[in-house]
């Protein structure tokens, strides 16, 4: 092999190492996306501002979903897509085209994306996922309200139900207990589903899951024998 067929194969190595998720600069974080989109009554230049937009929302989610270590199709992750992906002029601090092309009746790009670390964590924190990391496993916060508490001990029982399902319920943050009625603020394991179908196990509690998706459980402390 002569030194120019060397230089060239080791050329070709350096490049095809590269990482399409790379860390860059304090910060930030540097992917390699692809987007495409369908060409409408012959307008390219629309479909490819389409496409740009696709990459750009693929790149915050494969970025979110690497932080979460939850994949993008995973239902634990529509939190997220629900709040954050609208969000591209938020972290996306920039982007350039690598490569386009028009194939048949749909337009593909490649883009290079920067998007903001510190900002997408943020947000993930505000929107329940509080330990943010790629080995760690994720915790959410949840909350959960409690009426019809007729005395104080049926609170302190509570407590103590739920100190015991260590496998979900990691910390209580925060307590409040008003009238009849307590809201804690819960740092669990897993899924608000797994704490609500421990509650409703239990037998002692109707159980109001609508607000589940949104990590909000509303519970009643169901009568016992001998209670009216």
């Known amino acids: 092999m002569t030194r120019y067929q060397t230089s060239l194969v080791l050329v070709f190595l350096v490049f095809w190492c590269v990482p399409a998720f790379?860390?860059?600069?304090?910060?930030v974080v540097n992917v390699a996306v692809?987007?495409?989109?369908?060409?409408?009554?012959?307008?390219?230049g629309l479909a490819r501002e389409e496409a740009i937009r696709e990459a750009l929302?693929?790149?915050i989610q494969n970025v979110a979903s690497d932080l979460l270590a939850i994949p993008v199709r995973d239902k634990k992750f529509l939190p997220v897509k629900n709040e954050i992906i609208g969000q591209q002029d938020?972290?996306?601090?920039n982007y350039k085209i690598t490569a386009e092309s028009r194939q048949g009746e749909s337009y593909l790009v490649t883009v290079n994306v920067?998007?903001?670390?510190?900002?997408l964590k943020n947000d993930l924190?505000?929107?329940?996922?509080?330990?943010i990391s790629g080995t760690e496993k994720t915790n959410v916060i949840l909350a959960l309200e409690v009426k019809g508490l007729k005395k104080y001990s049926d609170f302190l029982y509570l407590k103590e139900f739920l100190k015991k399902r260590a496998k979900i319920v990691k910390h209580i943050?925060?307590?409040s207990y008003e009238w009849q009625q307590a809201r804690l603020e819960l740092e669990i394991s897993g899924t608000a589903q797994a704490l609500a179908a421990e509650l409703a196990k239990s037998g002692r509690y109707?159980?109001?899951?609508?607000?589940?998706?949104?990590?909000q459980i509303a519970i009643s402390p169901l009568p016992r024998e001998g209670e009216q």
Do not use: C, P
Request: hydrophobic letters at 30%; glycine letters at 8%; aromatic letters at 4%.
């Open 22 to 27: 790379a860390q860059g600069e304090a910060g």
């Open 34 to 44: 692809e987007g495409n989109a369908t060409i409408h009554s012959n307008d390219v």
């Open 57 to 59: 929302r693929r790149a």
């Open 90 to 93: 938020r972290y996306i601090n």
């Open 114 to 119: 920067t998007v903001s670390l510190q900002d």
């Open 125 to 131: 924190a505000k929107i329940g996922f509080r330990h």
């Open 173 to 175: 943050n925060s307590q």
């Open 206 to 215: 109707l159980v109001n899951s609508e607000l589940i998706e949104r990590n």
